[in-house]
T-cell receptor, first 113, second 112 residues
């Protein structure tokens, strides 16, 4: 039972490059989330999705895009990477509105230099 | 804007001590409060609290919610070095409870 799987685990980007962080879950969860975590700052919500084809902005969406074409996958796209996007990124999922326990992936450490 | 505030931000204790971590919140339409433990990687779930005054307990860890005073505490008794971690408090709010707002966390260090 894999749970929530994120790839890659580490990545270094140059300013202005683009990349996609992959997230897939095998629990048939409807709700999926992307968070970023900066040192000492807790987790900030970037985007979330309540089902395939439905996405919405969180607290810090600027510089990011998402799509949700299937229940399993929720990729996060960074366009024109900036040093301010250096962070640890976590993908998470939960079953639905009445199932509030959030399951996290193991994270992606991203550095933009 | 929803707010979740944890205190203290960091704490150093000796093995065997008892610790209390605090979480206060100001949110619209509170739905539930969750505690997570984060070691080096992903946060792992500890407790979810929805009703006031009910204590959730798992081994040496316990938590209680006060919906009137808008706070929760996480207690750890007989601490061990394996309890060293960042403890995160998070609150679901709003009609759809889609978004989970996290506090900054309390970094607990347990020394032998």
């Amino acid at each position: 039972n894999a749970g929530v799987t994120q790839t890659p685990k580490f990545r270094i980007l140059k300013i202005g490059q683009s990349m996609t962080l992959q997230c897939t879950q095998d629990m048939n969860h409807n709700y999926m989330y992307w968070y970023r975590q900066d040192p000492g700052m807790g987790l900030k919500l970037i985007y979330y999705s309540v089902g395939a084809g439905i996405t919405d902005k969180g607290e810090v969406p600027n510089g990011y895009n998402v799509s949700r074409s299937t229940t399993e996958d929720f990729p996060l796209r960074l366009e024109l990477a900036a040093p301010s996007q250096t962070s640890v990124y976590f993908c998470a999922s939960r079953g639905g509105q009445n199932n509030e326990k959030l399951f996290f992936g193991s994270g992606t450490q991203l550095s933009v230099l | 804007e929803d707010k979740v505030v944890q205190s203290p931000l960091s704490l150093v204790v000796h093995e065997g001590d008892t610790v209390t971590l605090n979480c206060s919140y100001e949110v619209t339409n509170f739905r539930s409060l969750l505690w997570y433990k984060q070691e080096k990687k992903a946060p792992t779930f500890l407790f979810m609290l929805t009703s006031s005054g009910i204590e959730k307990k798992s081994g040496r860890l316990s938590s209680i919610l006060d919906k009137k005073e808008l706070f929760s505490i996480l207690n750890i008794t007989a601490t061990q070095t394996g309890d060293s971690a960042v403890y995160l408090c998070a609150v679901y709010s709003g009609a759809g409870s889609y978004q989970l707002t996290f506090g900054k966390g309390t970094k607990l260090s347990v020394i032998p």
